[in-house]
T-cell receptor, first 113, second 114 residues
Framework: AQSVTQLGSHVSVSEGALVLLRCNYS??????LFWYVQYPNQGLQLLLK??????LVKGINGFEAEFKKSETSFHLTKPSAHMSDAAEYFC???????????FGSGTRLQVQP | EPEVTQTPSHQVTQMGQEVILRCVPI?????FYWYRQILGQKVEFLVS????????KSEIFDDQFSVERPDGSNFTLKIRSTKLEDSAMYFC????????????FGPGTRLTVT
């Protein structure tokens, strides 16, 4: 069975600082990996995904993530935080060939002025 | 930009009543999904639907749940006899086709069972 662990339920950074949100997964087969963002009172918006190919993937709003198989990680980064990045971020995984997403518990990002 | 829509945004029902949550997926998408998030807990997969039949379901999706695509645009989740523990945010999602695994989510319906 798959599982997703997001370290840190709350992360606070200053505007302009590096954002690093951690995600580790366990899966018995090569996974597909996703990051979603949820703004207040809105649905989940896809930020980026990894399925195959290049392990460093770029997404919307300047975010990127790197798939590291040896570390079973898919951490999300952004070089410079913006106030508008304040939201909840969810890492999710699906087994290759399956559709069901398994989500982590989410990390709430606060950006301080 | 096309988006998944859900109605109602908030539904209050009494225990034992039937509820139907409605979703309009993105128009050219072929896969449809329901997820739920109980307050303070993780988002959980319920069911996926393709070609007018269930393609995957979780152990949560028991006999009290059913899904239907009654026409060319709507996708519904029915809960036959609601329980207090069914109170949650229910998200509908859709994805494009056989090779695309990106799921696009609606804003959710908050179901409160009293």
């Amino acid at each position: 069975a798959q599982s997703v662990t997001q370290l840190g339920s709350h992360v606070s950074v200053s505007e302009g600082a590096l954002v690093l949100l951690r995600c580790n997964y366990s899966s018995s087969v090569p996974p597909y990996l996703f990051w979603y963002v949820q703004y207040p009172n809105q649905g989940l918006q896809l930020l980026l995904k990894y399925t195959t190919g290049a392990t460093l993937v770029k997404g919307i709003n300047g975010f990127e993530a790197e798939f590291k198989k040896s570390e079973t990680s898919f951490h999300l980064t952004k070089p410079s935080a913006h106030m508008s990045d304040a939201a909840e971020y969810f890492c999710a995984v699906s087994e290759a060939g399956r559709r069901a997403l398994t989500f982590g518990s989410g990390t709430r990002l606060q950006v301080q002025p | 930009e096309p988006e998944v829509t859900q109605t109602p945004s908030h539904q209050v029902t009494q225990m034992g009543q039937e509820v139907i949550l409605r979703c309009v997926p993105i128009s050219n998408h072929l896969y449809f999904y329901w997820y739920r998030q109980i307050l303070g807990q993780k988002v959980e997969f319920l069911v996926s639907f393709y070609n007018n039949e269930i393609s995957e379901k979780s152990e949560i999706f028991d006999d009290q749940f059913s899904v239907e695509r009654p026409d060319g645009s709507n996708f519904t989740l029915k809960i036959r006899s609601t329980k207090l523990e069914d109170s949650a945010m229910y998200f509908c999602a859709s994805s494009e086709g056989l090779v695309s695994y990106e799921q696009y989510f609606g804003p959710g319906t908050r179901l409160t069972v009293t």
